[in-house]
């Protein structure tokens, strides 16, 4: 399974970002789609996670800024991010999972950088 995002960039405080999540070559269905995220020096963090059948949870620190979506056809995960903060400055990962054994596949990730 191939996931690849994108969407990333330099962005200043206040400002949005929409960052994709496509994966491939899965001959299961893909499950749960998320979105973790990493800064320097601290732990890989979730940030937000969707379910085939539309369900979504979010950190608190994205709750109202932050939304989550799919295209179920496409395989594609968005997260749109809105009123960002320089402390959302982070190599922001997706990670599927695929199957019934709900296995992992991550993606190389993708760094988003807010100023202030």
């Known amino acids: 399974v191939h996931v690849v995002e994108s969407g990333g960039g330099l962005v200043q405080a206040g400002g949005s970002l929409r960052l994709s999540c496509a994966a491939s070559?899965?001959?299961?269905?893909?499950?749960?789609m998320a979105w973790y995220r990493q800064a320097p020096g601290k732990q890989r963090e979730l940030v937000a996670g969707?379910?085939?059948?539309?369900?979504?949870n979010y950190a608190e620190s994205v709750e109202g800024r932050f939304t989550i979506s799919r295209d179920n056809a496409k395989n594609t995960a968005y997260l749109q991010m809105n009123s960002l903060k320089p402390e959302d400055t982070a190599v922001y990962y997706c990670?599927?999972?695929?199957?019934?054994?709900?296995?992992?596949?991550w993606g190389q990730g993708t760094q988003v950088t807010v100023s202030s």
């Open positions: 969707i379910t085939s059948g539309g369900s979504t």
């Open positions: 990670n599927v999972a695929v199957g019934a054994w709900y296995s992992n596949y």
């Open positions: 070559g899965s001959p299961f269905s893909i499950n749960t």
